[in-house]
């Protein structure tokens, strides 16, 4: 069975600055799908970033870069400039063949200003 | 385009008792999922539709929790009766027909249940 590892319960970011958001994920299928979401306090996800486990190039949208290690099984998500706006839980999940997401455990951020 | 709906956004009631969420995805996707979050962990997957069929419940208990789809557009799940440890947030999301693994999902704001 697929599993994601998010080892990372709470970060703490100064304003302005960037951080990285861990995750590794275990899997034997070749094909696979990584994604990042954010859930702010008021509870809905919303998609940040999206990984091919065949792309050559690693995923970017706007603040948002997803460092792919795919030898060692990492999609670590990189919030550069960060604002308190940022401040959430992030949630790392995998989709196989079988379409379901299977998500991590979170990972709180906290941004001060 | 409307988002997906959910309602209602929060449930009080007791042990014993049975409940019932609605969901209303985004128009023209066919997939329909229900999560649910407990707090302090990820969502899981309780069951997922494809219009109105049933593809995955393997995670639904299904003693207590049933969902339905039967236009294939909106969905009910209910949990009869309904435990302590039912309390939790339930997430829905629509998604696009199409196997690409790239296809996001588009979750809703949740009802949070909790369960006295």
């Known amino acids: 069975a697929q599993k994601i590892t998010q080892t990372q319960p709470g970060m703490f970011v100064q304003e302005k600055e960037a951080v990285t958001l861990d995750c590794t994920y275990d899997t034997s299928d070749p094909s696979y799908g990584l994604f990042w979401y954010k859930q702010p306090s008021s509870g809905e996800m919303i998609f940040l970033i999206y990984q091919g486990s065949y792309d050559q190039q690693n995923a970017t949208e706007g603040r948002y870069s997803l460092n792919f290690q795919k030898a060692r099984k990492s999609a670590n998500l990189v919030i550069s400039a960060s604002q308190l706006g940022d401040s959430a839980m992030y949630f790392c999940a995998m989709r196989l063949n079988d379409y379901k997401l299977s998500f991590g455990a979170g990972t709180t951020v906290t941004v001060r200003a | ?116």
Do not use: M
């Not at chain 2, 997906?4 to 997939?31: D, L, M």
């Not at chain 2, 069951?47 to 208990?61: A, M, Y």
């Not at chain 2, 939790?88 to 006295?116: D, H, I």
């Open chain 2, 1 to 116: 385009e409307a988002g997906v709906a959910q309602s209602p956004r929060y449930k009080i009631i007791e042990k014993r008792q049975s409940v019932a969420f609605w969901c209303n995805p985004i128009s023209g996707h066919a997939t329909l999922y229900w999560y649910q979050q407990i707090l302090g962990q990820g969502p899981k997957l309780l069951i997922q539709f494809q219009n109105n069929g049933v593809v995955d419940d393997s995670q639904l208990p299904k003693d207590r929790f049933s969902a339905e789809r039967l236009k294939g557009v909106d969905s009910t799940l209910k949990i009869q009766p309904a435990k302590l440890e039912d309390s939790a947030v339930y997430l829905c999301a629509s998604g696009r027909r199409g196997k690409a693994l790239s296809n996001e999902q588009f979750f809703g704001p949740g009802t949070r249940l909790t369960v006295l």
